[in-house]
């Protein structure tokens, strides 16, 4: 294998009370091409063009270099073509898919030295937690944590039926600033109310009660400290309640909702543009399926001469 073809999904994290365990892969997929260089060679189009690092510092370079590092294997250098239709830094996952694109890619030129475990508890060790890259690389909804130093994830299924409108602002947010604003310990009370949750949430997908994402997307542990950060969440959500979905929450760390509807989702879409434009945040609303495929390669096309 010398060149090879690398799709990653969107994912939204937390759904709500699941923080830093749920994510939820979107059908919105990045595709990076990679193949062995003898220099580091980075093309970008479509979102992030021109802003996004193009040199040893990219995130895709970074993940495959770790790969070839792993598998003790020289880095002389990669050749990648991205092109990314998840916006940067809007809580979509788009870090994650970086490092997947870069990793599964690598791992691809190499002759699959990595399980798939490897390259979940790899893609997890370098972007920090695994509620992102276990939804990007399994796909459907997933529940991951670290276990005695290994990431354990299992990929659920979600109701058919369900669709998925996230409000993607034209501002970005930055993960670290949005973790900043959490405090190191909640009250027991908040503790468990998001463990009530969680538990409602997933006995809500699990049997196809979408009647009950209303309460089962509440969360006390992180939303409430990030309002300073995005104090337009409350009236978009309400928006979106309002407009007929079932439920809403702050999409990863922001500043992205996503909300779960039946059917087509375009009224709540609307509601949710609508009530962003009023507070002064211009954004744009998409209706995305769930992504049950989750990253996938196969084998590239060679250049021309």
Not at 33 to 61: F, K, P, Q, W
Request: hydrophobic share 50%.
């Amino acid at each position: 294998m010398t060149r090879v073809r690398v799709t990653v999904p969107a994912t939204s994290a937390n759904l709500g009370p699941g923080f830093d365990s749920l994510g939820l892969a979107l059908a919105l997929r990045n595709e990076v091409v990679l193949s062995e260089h003898d220099a580091i060679s980075v093309t970008i189009e479509g979102e992030g063009a021109g802003r996004l690092d193009t040199t040893e510092r990219n995130v895709v370079v970074k993940g495959a270099r770790a790969v070839f590092e792993l598998a003790g294997r020289p880095f002389r250098g990669i050749k990648a073509s991205l092109l990314n239709r998840i916006p940067p830094s809007r809580g979509l996952g788009s870090s994650a898919a970086a490092w997947l694109g870069g990793i599964v890619g690598a791992n691809a030129l190499l002759g699959n030295p990595l399980d798939r475990d490897g390259l979940l508890n790899e893609a997890a060790r370098l972007e920090g937690h695994p509620d992102n890259v276990a939804a990007a690389l399994l796909g459907g909804l997933t529940v991951s944590c670290w276990a005695d130093g290994k990431v354990v994830a299992v990929s659920l299924p979600v109701p058919a039926d369900l669709r998925w409108v996230v409000l993607i602002p034209e501002v970005e947010g930055a993960t670290s600033e949005a973790r900043a604003v959490l405090p190191d310990a909640v009250p027991r009370a908040d503790a468990v109310f998001n463990v009530g949750r969680v538990s409602l949430l997933l006995a809500a997908l699990a049997v196809g009660r979408a009647d009950l994402l209303a309460h089962a997307m509440e969360d006390r542990l992180h939303q409430p400290y990030r309002r300073r950060l995005f104090p337009w969440m409350d009236a978009v959500t309400a928006a979106a309640r309002s407009a007929g979905a079932l439920g809403c929450a702050l999409s990863g760390a922001g500043p992205s909702l996503l909300a779960a509807v039946t059917g087509e989702g375009d009224r709540v879409a609307a509601a949710m543009e609508a009530a962003a434009s009023r507070a002064g945040i211009r954004g744009v609303a998409r209706a995305l399926d769930v992504d049950t495929r989750g990253t996938a390669w196969e084998a590239a096309p060679q250049e021309g001469p």
